[in-house]
């Protein structure tokens, strides 16, 4: 192979030419490539009197181990950061537990803050109760007037001598509740000294001109206080009691760009912290308020700490959470929800007044803060923040030995590799491309047709689900048309059965997030539908049956909508993008007040048919989005833009074809602009008669192989095209740094 002083070299030195100390000191002096080489050995010749040591090598052997070392350590780089990897933080969640005793101990505390929170969004529904009321007359109510009549404004409810009479919601003449005949107090005192019907038929001797109220009384066998009796929110002024509704809307929009800055910024459990006793302070100076307007304000004020705390609390569960429990986890933090829903119908019923209400979800809400001044930072964060000491020490805590209950069950006890530096490193790369903001969520057109389209689905689903809510509330009152029942008892209902509808969406979605989110907003438009079909026929229960089918549905959507939206986007934008898109649904849930309060002066059953319309087209718009189940969380900006993938596929039943975007595998490599531009592999020649007959075909279940594998080339053993092995190296263009594979060890 090689000459050494004139003679011809075989490869392979005699053995008693080669030293025994001499090939040890060439052992250590080989490099350490050489401990990969699979033939190696030494010659020694002598020249000039003195001893020289030359390594002889294979050449074929040089050439295929390296391109082996080549071929796998390209295969490595290639998939670096196209596609987030099971790597990173999933791989220490892998060893830390997707859902151990540490994330279940996190989701313990932050449960217990969302039981108040759902109590500070559906207060709402016994804000605005709106009662029976009816005209103060003057002449009936004199406190110190001690004469004893006959008949009194109750026993004069249905009969036009002291109400007009109008055409009622459910078509009926009933009394009018904003209007009474003015008469003088002295006229009233002499008609109620007489015998009711003969004061009826004096009554209709006289003239008595058509008078707005100014004072009202309200009927309080259902709630004694609310906002329309604190402020006589009726008659001309109905719909500012709308208001309330909306500007809660607003501080939620405000408090999703605040709360998803703060908790980007400063952190997760800070933003929980701080915006949750500043919610506490507003519960509590809500109710001693006198003045509307201070009122808004203050409820305004209240939302924006509320909405900030529940969406970092929110991010800070999702972060912690492996993928393989992520839906499962998200649907039961939606557990407390649903409790306090139902939790609230209780209070309300023992209060019945919404101040009692409010004061109560304050104190709840305080105590939960306290409790959660024990949660630990998210750990991802702290990476993404480059705060590597501090996401190590968190996550070595979350690797102890659980505490009592929780030792109680098996544990995978993993211990945490030696080399998370290496794990926070990667993650401080990842962060190197600079700040992001809101505004990246448009940068490319994949991303903005994503943030469009989410959040118009977000903002029709929470217009849907506030809106059933309200309407759902205000027609289980007495006297109404839609549906039957008592009203504390048809929210109790209405919020309990949202437990099993979660434990339901997690099972919907293991067939994916956007089949599920798709499925959930069909079948409630559609229920809601039925139900307007019953309420027509006048099967006032069945309409109740399927309204509440409808709310489990949207409910469900809502939830899927969360974890969906959370999966969509990378770590370092995870909490903006979440609280922009869940911003833009503010925009339908304060809406959803004014749209349900339609019934007063239209239809009963138009604000329903607006809801189904809206979830039916939220519905369809879900299928353009991308799939997410099973799939890690995205860390970086071009993760979620490989999210998406457009591909031509013909349509063979119109033989078209056109875009079609899909998500790409947890197992599949992302085809770069390199590999769309590779040459392709050609066939192999067989023979020169089989090239002279053209191509070949074969039929479509045909197994054989439609492209021949390329030839291997071989290379003589004592065959080289250079005189120097230190040329043959340089030819084969070694990379700088080996893969791990070809560690030490091997």
Request: charged share 20%; with cysteine.
């Amino acid at each position: 192979m090689y000459a050494g002083n004139g003679k011809s070299d075989s490869g392979i030195a005699s053995s008693n030419a080669v030293n025994d100390e001499d090939a040890q000191r060439g052992e250590q002096a080989t490099p350490k490539s050489s401990m990969y080489m699979s033939d190696v050995s030494f010659t020694t010749s002598v020249t000039g009197g003195g001893r020289q040591q030359k390594p002889s090598f294979s050449t074929r052997e040089i050439r295929e181990q390296h391109q082996r070392m080549q071929q796998k350590y390209r295969e490595d780089t290639k998939r670096e950061r196209r596609f987030t990897d099971p790597v990173d933080f999933e791989g220490i969640l892998n060893i830390i537990g997707g859902c151990s005793w540490w994330q279940i101990w996190i989701y313990v505390l932050i449960a217990m803050q969302q039981i108040p929170h759902a109590m500070f969004n559906l207060n709402i529904v016994y804000m605005l109760y709106d009662p029976e009321h009816w005209c103060q007359v003057p002449g009936f109510d004199d406190p110190n007037d001690t004469t004893v009549y006959e008949w009194g404004l109750q026993d004069v409810q249905n009969i036009s001598f002291v109400f007009p009479n109008v055409n009622g919601r459910i078509g009926a003449y009933t009394r009018d509740s904003c209007h009474y005949y003015s008469r003088s107090v002295e006229r009233y005192k002499e008609l109620r000294k007489m015998p009711l019907m003969e004061a009826v038929q004096s009554a209709w001797k006289d003239s008595a001109e058509k008078k707005k109220c100014e004072r009202f009384h309200y009927k309080t066998d259902v709630m004694h206080e609310t906002i329309v009796t604190d402020w006589n929110l009726v008659c001309d002024d109905y719909f500012m009691k709308g208001h309330a509704h909306l500007f809660y809307s607003f501080g939620y929009l405000v408090g999703c760009v605040v709360g998803g800055m703060a908790s980007d910024n400063f952190g997760r459990k800070p933003t929980v912290i701080g915006f949750g006793i500043l919610s506490s302070m507003f519960g509590v100076f809500l109710p001693y308020t006198t003045y509307y307007p201070m009122f808004l304000f203050i409820r305004f004020c209240s939302a924006i700490c509320n909405e900030a705390a529940d969406l970092a609390a929110y991010t800070l569960c999702m972060e912690i959470t492996g993928t393989r429990y992520r839906a499962m986890v998200g649907s039961m933090l939606q557990v407390p929800w649903a409790m306090g829903y139902a939790l609230l119908a209780l209070i309300a019923y023992l209060a019945k007044s919404w101040k009692t209400v409010q004061v109560i979800a304050a104190g709840l809400h305080f105590g939960a803060v306290l409790l959660i001044c024990s949660l630990p930072e998210s750990p991802r964060w702290l990476m993404v923040k480059e705060r590597v000491n501090e996401a190590e020490e968190v996550i070595r805590k979350a690797c102890r030995t659980p505490p009592f209950p929780f030792n109680m069950c098996r544990i995978n006890k993993g211990s945490l590799p030696s080399d998370l530096e290496l794990v926070c490193h990667r993650e401080k790369r990842l962060n190197k491309k600079g700040k992001v903001g809101m505004l990246d969520l448009f940068k490319t057109p994949e991303l903005r047709f994503r943030t469009v389209t989410v959040c118009i689905v977000f903002m029709a689903t929470a217009l849907v689900y506030y809106g059933l809510v309200i309407a759902l509330s205000d027609q289980s009152a007495p006297g109404r048309v839609l549906f039957t029942g008592n009203f504390f008892l048809n929210n109790a209902v209405a919020g309990a059965i949202e437990i099993p509808t979660l434990f339901c969406c997690v099972w919907l979605m293991k067939f994916g997030r956007k089949k599920a989110q798709m499925m959930t907003l069909v079948c409630g438009g559609i229920s809601i539908i039925v139900a307007m079909v019953a309420v027509i026929s006048e099967n006032f229960m069945f309409a109740l049956s399927f309204m509440m089918i409808g709310k489990i549905c949207i409910q469900g959507a809502f939830n899927i909508l969360y974890i969906f939206t959370s999966e969509l986007y990378p770590t370092i934008i995870r909490n903006s993008a979440v609280g922009m898109t869940s911003m833009v649904a503010r925009f339908g849930s304060g809406v959803s007040s004014y749209i349900a309060l339609l019934s007063i002066n239209s239809l009963p059953i138009t604000p329903m048919i607006i809801f189904a319309i809206f979830s039916l087209f939220a519905g369809m718009l879900v299928s353009v989005l991308p799939e997410t189940s099973e799939k890690p969380l995205p860390e970086t900006l071009d993760d979620a833009v490989t999210f998406l993938r457009t591909e031509q596929k013909a349509c063979y039943g119109w033989g078209l074809s056109g875009p079609h975007t899909r998500s790409i595998s947890l197992h599949e490599q992302p085809v770069t602009a390199a590999d769309e531009n590779s040459i392709p592999i050609p066939e192999k020649e067989e023979d020169s008669t089989e090239n002279n007959q053209g191509r070949r075909r074969y039929p479509a279940g045909s197994q054989r192989r439609m492209v021949s594998p390329c030839p291997q080339i071989s290379i003589p053993r004592n065959e080289s095209r250079n005189d120097s092995i230190l040329q043959d190296l340089a030819d084969l263009s070694i990379p700088d740094r080996l893969p791990e594979a070809f560690g030490e060890d091997q």
